[in-house]
């Protein structure tokens, strides 16, 4: 074991308590989350903060996230004219088996300026694909995953695990507190390999049997309770910044992933949806009734725009694709053209 040094440093929004402890907290998450380091290995942390920050030592965030032994102190940079505002760095000083050429520097917001260098070297590529319940996403999602070789995690598939786990327990999915008050005991995990995903409960693979019709209720219902999408976004963001993703769902490019480098929003006449699902339905010998899958789409759909905790929304920067008239391979051509000038650009 030797020392090591970490870097790190964001810029805030605003000179407050809860801005600067915020964007502090987040700093050292990414640089323990990317470094893969215990708590106990950090032995020190110098935080710096530009002259125009007073509300609160940025050193207290440390405390908060249970960095509790380590030698602190926080001192204030240098002003020097055109340099970053509100600016927040810090060194962490960590022993570890590692070499130092292999440490992950961490630059967020405006702080990305000071070293676009490593900002291209650490950064991952997401591609966010968000729409309606039977626009094509999952489909076109793990095609992209297999061509492009992406993890392929699919956001819903954790929300109608929680609301399986709801409708097994008997706990009232419309009741925030009942739901809460059981998400500790809910463990879900996610396995991938050539651009599937298998989801478990702890230690049963619940992949089949959250596709249910009355999962998918729980799963809407579960899925605006504040407390549980707070849990699901921290872990849809962890994957995401281990790994390249693509990522379906809601609210992947407004809100869990808003750096995705690609956004796509799919939309189809929700007829043509209902058309796709009663035959996804008849290729497992399941004889459904239109009218009532198309029904039961609006109903999802309603719930999922009119939800108050991140909706299904359009991101600012995100491609609308109405794929009403266009077959899957056209999706996935089109998506893929998105990719790609990324990747040279
Ligand atoms: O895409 P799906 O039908 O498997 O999603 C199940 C439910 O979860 C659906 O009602 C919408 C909700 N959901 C969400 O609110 N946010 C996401 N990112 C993904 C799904």
Known sequence: MATRCIRGAITVEADDRTAVLAGTERMLREIIAQNNIKIEDISSIIFTATDDIKSVY????????????????????????????KCIRVMVSIESDKAQSEMNHVYLEGAKALRPDIVKKNSKLAVAIDGPAGS?????????????????????????????YCLENNIDADSADAVAQVLEDIDIRLENSEGMQRIYL?????????????????????????????????????????QSVVMDGRDIGSNVLKDAQVKVYLDAAVGERAERRC?????????????????EIEQRDKNDKNRQCNPLTVAPDAVIIDTTEMSIEEVRDAIGKLIENKIKG
């Open 58 to 85: 940025p050193a207290v965030a440390a405390r908060a996230i249970g960095i509790v032994d380590a030698a602190l102190m926080c001192v204030q940079e240098l002003y020097i004219e055109g340099s970053l505002r």
């Open 202 to 242: 702890a230690e049963r693979d619940v992949t089949d049997a959250i596709r249910t019709q009355k999962a998918a209720e729980y799963a809407s219902k579960v899925a605006a309770i504040p407390a549980v999408r707070s849990a699901l976004v921290e872990l849809q963001r962890s994957l995401a910044e281990k």
């Open 136 to 164: 094509g996403k999952s489909t076109v999602a793990k095609l992209l995953a297999k061509k492009y070789s992406l993890v392929y995690v699919d956001t819903g598939a954790m929300y109608r695990a929680v609301g399986l």
């Open 279 to 295: 035959h996804e339905l008849a290729e497992k010998g399941i004889v459904a009734d239109k009218t009532k899958i198309e029904q």
